[in-house]
C-alpha cells in the first residue's frame, strides 16, 4: 500500500496570501496524484489531477505541480471560500486508492 | 448530470451488519464507470473501501476485505455496500462515488452511521 503523508497538518493564512501544501507518497505513483477539497459537512470535490490539471470549474487560482514522491498544491490568493480541508490521493497503484491526512487551511 | 444518494440505516449495533445503497440517477451504472464507497470517521480523513464495475468486477480495501461486500442492481441503478461485523471503529460518513481512472469524479453528499448500543 503507498502512504500518502501532508505536510503541514494546519495552515493558517490571512485571506489574500499565497497557500502552500505539501504531499508525499511512500514511493512513486508518476504523475497520478489528485487533490479534493473538502468543506465542513460536505463531500471532497476533486481539484486537481494528474499532478497539475484544474479540473473542471476550479479557478486558476489553484495550481498543482510534482511528480514521483513529492507534490505540491498552491493557493495563489486565498479567497475566503478557501479555507477547507485539502486532501491528496494517488491513484497510480491500487488497491487501495490511498488519500492524505489532510491539511486544514484556515484563517490567521 | 452525475447524482449519487447514499441511504440507509444511520445506527447499527456492534457486531451486526451495516448496510448502504447509492442510488445514481443522470448516467446508467452499466455505462462502463467504477462505482466506489469511500469513509470518513468523524475528524478524521478519508478512507478508500472499495469499487464496482459494471460488469460485476470488484476490489477492496485490503484493510476491510474480509468484512465488506459491494453489489450492483442494474435494474434499480444503484450500488451497495455492506460491512460485517462492526465496531465502533465503523462509526463515519459513508460516501459513495463514481470512478474514473482512479479519480473520484462525483461523490453523494455522505451518510453519517454510528455504531453504537
Known amino acids: 500500500e503507498i502512504v500518502m503523508t501532508q505536510s503541514p497538518a494546519t495552515l493558517s493564512v490571512s485571506p489574500g496570501e499565497r497557500a502552500t501544501l505539501s504531499c508525499r507518497a511512500s514511493q512513486s505513483v508518476s504523475s497520478n496524484l489528485a487533490w479534493y477539497q473538502q468543506k465542513p459537512g460536505q463531500a471532497p470535490r476533486l481539484l486537481i489531477y494528474g499532478a497539475s490539471t484544474r479540473a473542471t470549474g476550479i479557478p486558476a487560482r489553484f495550481s498543482g505541480s510534482g511528480s514521483g514522491t513529492e507534490f505540491t498544491l498552491t493557493i495563489s490568493s486565498l479567497q475566503s471560500e478557501d479555507f477547507a480541508v485539502y486532501y491528496c490521493?494517488?491513484?497510480?497503484?491500487?488497491?487501495?486508492?490511498?488519500f492524505g491526512q489532510g491539511t486544514k487551511v484556515e484563517i490567521k | 448530470q452525475v447524482q449519487l444518494q447514499e441511504s440507509g440505516p444511520g445506527l447499527v449495533k456492534p457486531s451486526g451488519t451495516l448496510s448502504l445503497t447509492c442510488a445514481v440517477s443522470g448516467v446508467s451504472i452499466s455505462s462502463g464507470y467504477w462505482w466506489s464507497w469511500v469513509r470518513q470517521p468523524p475528524g478524521k480523513g478519508l478512507e478508500w473501501i472499495g469499487e464496482?464495475?459494471?460488469?460485476?468486477?470488484?476490489h477492496y480495501n485490503p484493510s476491510l476485505k474480509s468484512r465488506v461486500t459491494i453489489s450492483a442492481d442494474k435494474s434499480k441503478n444503484q450500488f451497495s455496500l455492506k460491512v460485517n461485523s462492526v465496531t465502533a471503529a465503523d462509526t463515519a460518513v459513508y460516501y459513495c462515488a463514481r470512478v474514473v481512472g482512479g479519480l473520484h469524479h462525483s461523490w453523494g453528499q455522505g451518510t453519517l452511521v454510528t455504531v453504537s448500543s
Open positions: 464496482i464495475y459494471h460488469s460485476g468486477s470488484t
Open positions: 490521493e494517488q491513484y497510480n497503484d491500487w488497491p487501495p486508492w490511498t
